[in-house]
């Protein structure tokens, strides 16, 4: 089985400039996850989807991110203009989104720098 | 609100000596917990998780935790460590009063380094 799909793997644009990621979850996965890593901490959550409803997007910064995700299958997270502070590891999760089946399952992160 | 405590940053054992990571969490009720463990440039692998039952978790890699309540803790153990178990280790909390642990709140983690 084929685990979550994340691109690109390494992203390196100058401040100011857009900036999109894309994740496939795994197939059949309900609910999908973009969470932000900072340098030595872990990750915090952005938005989360049920399908393709976007029901959880309260730590997201609306001002410049936004995200989508069309038929309810992959997501686009996007930053448009990026900061310096924007540099991160963006991972994408996702999880069958039963009851009793609550694991997240990771895929291996876009690396953003700003420069 | 759920958080997570992981008080060391750092931690250095020698090969083939025991393991322990130490995870205190914040919440109204009994929560779900997990350790997730995460490799260099890799995402985040589960090792065990907590929902209800017994305490005491077993995972893979020969990892095993204790939910204690008394003490707002979930400790990671592993009894004799191997120089690939290397990695930042992290716990998470997560909300169940949504009915599902969607909502994970993570700890800052803690990096472990193995010597030989």
């Known amino acids: 089985e084929a685990g979550v799909v994340q691109s690109p793997r390494y992203k390196i644009i100058e401040k100011k400039q857009p900036v999109a990621f894309w994740c496939n979850p795994i197939s059949g996965h309900n609910t999908l996850y973009w969470y932000r890593q900072n340098l030595g901490q872990g990750p915090e959550l952005l938005i989360r989807?049920?399908?393709?409803?976007?029901?959880?997007d309260s730590q997201l910064p609306k001002d410049r991110f936004s995200a989508e995700r069309l038929k309810g299958v992959d997501s686009t997270l996007k930053i448009q203009p990026a900061e310096l502070g924007d540099s991160a590891v963006y991972l994408c999760a996702s999880s069958p989104g039963l009851v009793g089946e609550e694991e997240q399952f990771f895929g291996p992160g876009t690396r953003l720098t700003v420069l | 609100a759920q958080s997570v405590t992981q008080p060391d940053i750092h931690i250095t054992v020698s090969e083939g000596a025991s393991l322990e990571l130490r995870c205190n969490y914040s919440y109204g009720a009994t929560p779900y917990l997990f350790w997730y463990v995460q490799s260099p440039g890799q995402g985040l692998q589960l090792l065990l998780k907590y929902f209800s039952g017994d305490t005491l978790v077993q995972g893979i890699k020969g990892f095993e935790a204790e939910f204690k309540r008394s003490q707002s803790s979930f400790n990671l153990r592993k009894p004799s460590v191997h120089w690939s178990d290397a990695a930042e280790y992290f716990c998470a909390v997560g909300a169940r009063e949504t009915g599902t642990a969607s909502k994970l709140t993570f700890g800052t983690g803690t990096r472990l380094q193995v010597t030989l």
């Open positions: 989807y049920e399908n393709e409803e976007a029901v959880d």
